[in-house]
């Protein structure tokens, strides 16, 4: 069964830090990796990947996918309060095409 | 942001009625689909259309059927709402089919919160 999983599922940080957030997969028919942050309603699109070692950026956020080992990571620097959302992850794949979502991770950060 | 507005914001109704939500896009996108998203659970795909009176199953879709008679217009029914059904509906649109999201990404709506008692 295709899946996608992140990790952790929750964490709290302080303004300023960096923070590093997981996005493992194992789905067939790979063709590309979404990341989305979800404040308190729609999920806004933030970066998607297809490629491998190529680094996508967008100010503090910036992420990369690494197609061998199956997962990406979205990094955060120098955290503000207004990265406290859920970041979702999802895969374009399978057998159907279809975006198969990881139930997010939230983060929260402290002042 | 995107031109998607979903109606209504918020909903409650009791089991065994039928219930309509509306997604209204302005930025004539083929592509339309209905989310629900429930905690411990990703975003699942319920319904999705490719185009007028096109539409096709999700991966949750029992319980729920779509229509779409016009390109901006994509209607969302619970034929008989059960508690099950409980939960955020989003809309989302692209141009492009999610085979081609490397270059057309989904853009959401603010959601539905539908409460079914």
């Known amino acids: 069964e295709d899946k996608v999983v992140q990790s952790p599922l929750s964490l709290v940080v302080h303004e300023g830090d960096t923070v590093t957030l997981n996005c493992s997969y194992e789905?067939?028919?790979?063709?590309?990796l979404l990341w989305y942050k979800q404040e308190k309603k729609a999920p806004t699109f933030l970066f998607m990947l297809t490629s491998s070692g190529i680094e996508k950026k967008s100010g503090r956020l910036s992420s990369i996918l690494d197609k061998k080992e199956l997962f990406s990571i979205l990094n955060i620097t120098a955290t503000q309060t207004g990265d406290s959302a859920v970041y979702l992850c999802?895969?374009?794949?399978?057998?159907?095409?279809?975006?198969?979502f990881g139930t997010g991770t939230l983060l929260a950060v402290q002042p | 942001d995107a031109g998607i507005t979903q109606s209504p914001r918020h909903k409650v109704t009791e089991t065994g009625t039928p219930v309509t939500l509306r997604c209204h896009q302005t930025e004539n996108h083929r592509y339309m689909y209905w989310y629900r998203q429930d905690p411990g659970h990703g975003l699942r795909l319920i319904h999705y259309?490719?185009?007028?009176?096109?539409?096709d199953k999700g991966e949750v879709s029992d319980g729920y059927s779509v229509s779409r008679s016009k390109t901006e217009d994509f209607l969302l029914t619970l034929e008989s709402a059960t508690s099950s059904q409980t939960s955020v509906y989003f809309c989302?649109?692209?141009?492009?089919?999610?085979?081609?999201?490397?270059?057309?990404?989904?853009?959401f709506g603010n959601g539905t919160r539908l409460t079914v008692t």
């Open positions: 989302a649109i692209s141009e492009r089919g999610i085979r081609w999201s490397y270059n057309s990404p989904l853009h």
């Open positions: 259309s490719y185009g007028v009176k096109d539409t």
């Open positions: 789905v067939t028919n790979f063709r590309s």
């Open positions: 999802a895969v374009v794949g399978g057998a159907t095409n279809k975006l198969i």
